[in-house]
Structure formats: structure tokens, C-alpha cells
């Protein structure tokens, strides 16, 4: 495993670490490419204050410091500026004129709210609702057919807890949507080590009979996550057991100028 794309910083409110602890990490521990990929900011109205993301403000320290820092340890590993973006349609257009102001190599998709944060509601939460997991897999797949990401981040996050072939009908649209926008599926770590619903065998298991393209997912919130796959006791045999190859983890990034 030679490359991540999903790293976090301090801004999110609740990752720890410096840049550098991460970078330091990361080569530790054999990787080549690290890419940073912190929760997006959003231009929300009316004053609404996210929890769990960056401000808009800090878009510039963001960037200048990875700047420095890509420019540093140019000569021990591949340093890249990303962020971690929920498709919102009504803020979407706004952001993406904004991240592009600054150095950007790429967006993941990481839908962690329908329609919007401050109306919608949060996937992760236990649900039978039918409609929710619909419109989660609505949603995702609109984003995806924006061509701007490079892959999706944890599909699984939507925690359907309802009938299974409910849950195998409408996810199977997200992975041939997938398959159709050439766009790799996540397997996250953290959420494997962190004892988490997801990873899941329910999704993974139908994907694989799909074969779209995966990528494993660090999604440092903290530098220790940032190990090999063999390292995180357990991981290797959830992937050995759904049937996932990565090889060397490195994936095309798309351009999202």
C-alpha cells in the first residue's frame, strides 16, 4: 500500500496531530503518497456553524501549510491538497469557486448528510426508513456524476438496519453507478479499527459480485492510523474475506479545476 488520500487535520474539530505528525507517519510507514483530504468547509447561510468541519476562514492556513510542507519533504514522499466533500447541491457551485482560489489537487465524496447538514440528516444514524437509504443513494450518485471526484469515501456509512433486499436493491445502484463513472469504492480503516458499522460485509460482499474498483481509505483523524493494512489486527482477513484486492492502493486522480 503505497498511497492514501484520506487524512484529516486538527480543523475538523475532531482529528489530533500536526501536518507533519501525519507526514512523518505516513512515511514511517512506507507510504509514497499522502494525500490530505480534511472535512470540506461550506459556505452555509444564516450563521449556521458546523461542528465537525473547518470554517471557510481557514481555507488559506489549510493550504499554505501543506504548501510548505509538500515542498519540505518533496525528496521522501508525494504530498497532495485535497478535502473530504459532501455534495450539497444548494452550496455546492459556491464551494468548489472557492477551493479552487487555492492550491487543489482533488476532492473524495464523503456524503455524511442528506440532503444538507443543517436541514438533513445524519446516514450514520440507525435506521429501517426506506425512503432515508433512497435518498442517500439518490443523493450519492448525483454527486458522483459531477465527474469532480476521485473516488467515494466509506459507501457504507448509511446505517440501514431494514430489510435486505431493500438494502441490496438500492445499493447495487450505487455500485453500478460506480462501475458506470469509473469512480473506486472506499474500504475505510477507521471505521474498521474504531469497531464501527462500517466497513461492512453486507455492502462489501455485494460489491465484489459487482467488481468495481476499490481503495482503502486510512481516514486519519489521528497519525497512529496511518499503517499498513497487515498492521490494523484484523483488516486483512475482512478484505481477504470479500474477496478485495487493492494492490498498490495508488488511484487516478481526477481533476476537479
Not at 455524511?112 to 436541514?119: A, F, Y
Request: proline share 5%.
Amino acid at each position: 500500500m503505497l498511497a492514501n488520500y484520506h487524512t484529516h487535520t486538527v480543523r475538523c474539530k475532531h482529528a489530533v496531530g500536526s501536518e507533519r505528525e501525519y507526514i512523518e507517519a505516513a512515511i514511517a510507514n512506507g507510504f509514497k503518497i499522502l494525500g490530505f483530504s480534511d472535512h470540506t468547509p461550506q459556505p452555509y447561510e444564516n450563521g449556521y456553524v458546523s461542528g465537525i468541519r473547518m470554517d471557510m476562514d481557514e481555507i488559506p492556513n489549510y493550504t499554505d501549510t501543506l504548501v510548505k510542507l509538500r515542498e519540505e519533504y518533496k525528496d521522501q514522499i508525494q504530498i497532495l491538497i485535497g478535502y473530504e466533500v459532501e455534495y450539497f447541491p444548494k452550496y455546492f457551485d459556491k464551494l468548489m469557486k472557492e477551493l479552487r482560489k487555492y492550491p487543489l489537487d482533488y476532492i473524495i465524496q464523503g456524503q455524511h448528510h442528506v440532503p444538507d447538514e443543517p436541514s438533513g440528516f445524519y446516514v450514520g444514524s440507525a435506521t429501517d426508513s426506506v425512503e432515508r437509504l433512497k435518498a442517500y443513494v439518490d443523493l450519492t450518485i448525483e454527486g458522483m456524476k459531477t465527474g469532480l471526484y476521485t473516488y467515494l469515501a466509506h459507501p457504507d456509512l448509511i446505517n440501514f438496519k431494514g430489510d435486505d433486499d431493500v438494502y441490496k436493491r438500492h445499493m447495487s445502484r450505487l455500485i453500478e453507478a460506480a462501475i458506470d463513472l469509473d469512480l473506486p469504492l472506499e474500504i475505510n480503516v477507521y471505521g474498521f479499527i474504531d469497531g464501527r458499522w462500517y466497513p461492512c460485509d453486507r455492502f462489501f460482499n455485494l460489491a465484489k459480485s459487482y467488481n468495481p474498483k476499490f481503495v482503502i481509505g486510512c481516514d486519519a483523524h489521528n497519525p497512529n492510523v496511518l499503517k499498513q493494512p497487515k498492521d490494523h489486527p484484523g483488516f486483512e482477513d475482512f478484505l481477504k474475506r470479500n474477496g478485495i484486492d487493492v494492490g498498490d492502493n495508488i488511484v487516478k486522480i481526477v481533476d476537479c479545476k
